[in-house]
T-cell receptor
Framework: DAKTTQPTSMDCAEGRAANLPCNHSTISGNEYVYWYRQIHSQGPQYIIHGLKNNETNEMASLIITEDRKSSTLILPHATLRDTAVYYCIVSSINTNAGKSTFGDGTTLTVKP | EAGVTQFPSHSVIEKGQTVTLRCDPISGHDNLYWYRRVMGKEIKFLLHFVKESKQDESGMPNNRFLAERTGGTYSTLKVQPAELEDSGVYFC?????????????FGNGTRLTVT
């Protein structure tokens, strides 16, 4: 599975959009981009995933560049409860999704 | 639907003792995974079950760790005998399918402290 690169930390003002970038320049055509987050003392929580097209659900939007080498997770109206570590992971359709590497993620701090 | 549940949430044991962690996946999820995070490190894959069969146990650190999933429902992870370096948070996750288009659903973990 391709590796990902994320900034170590980011801040966001409450009520504003949080845009979390992820670089996955070695991604292959059959690899999905996943985002999870981990709020302190809880297990990782699935947010969203996509292959080529942009995706949106009740939690967030995922924007994948045309060359698929990077993506951005957008939390449209960040709240204090969105403070967490966000993980960007790539996972091949053909392999064990559970073996994907989590890495260190981005620590997002939403400030009042 | 009920999420992935893990028991206990915390466990403190002495070095040399045995501990058994339990994971109940989401009903109908054939795929079950165990992970752990030790202090300051990233979340690491331990093993993967499909129903009752071990598909991949390449992440298991050593033979002091034994995972089972009898009947293909809940799973247990036994550490015997526990060592200090086994301290950490053990997560379980389940998914409907094995491949990359199937999100993982995690439990809240068991925090294991070996003294």
């Amino acid at each position: 599975d391709a590796k990902t690169t994320q900034p170590t930390s980011m801040d966001c003002a409450e009520g504003r959009a949080a845009n979390l970038p992820c670089n996955h320049s070695t991604i292959s055509g059959n690899e999905y981009v996943y985002w999870y987050r981990q709020i302190h003392s809880q297990g990782p929580q699935y947010i969203i995933h996509g292959l080529k097209n942009n995706e949106t659900n009740e939690m967030a939007s995922l924007i994948i560049t045309e060359d698929r080498k990077s993506s951005t997770l957008i939390l449209p109206h960040a709240t204090l409860r969105d403070t967490a570590v966000y993980y960007c992971i790539v996972s091949s359709i053909n392999t064990n999704a559970g073996k994907s590497t989590f890495g260190d993620g981005t620590t997002l701090t939403v400030k009042p | 639907e009920a999420g992935v549940t893990q028991f206990p949430s915390h466990s403190v044991i002495e070095k040399g003792q045995t501990v058994t962690l339990r994971c109940d996946p989401i009903s109908g999820h054939d795929n079950l995974y165990w992970y752990r995070r030790v202090m300051g490190k990233e979340i690491k894959f331990l093993l993967h079950f499909v129903k009752e069969s071990k598909q991949d146990e390449s992440g298991m650190p050593n033979n002091r760790f034994l995972a089972e999933r009898t009947g293909g429902t809940y799973s247990t992870l036994k550490v015997q005998p526990a060592e200090l370096e086994d301290s950490g948070v053990y997560f379980c996750a389940s998914s409907q399918n094995r491949g990359g288009n199937s999100p993982l659903h995690f439990g809240n973990g068991t925090r294991l402290t070996v003294t």
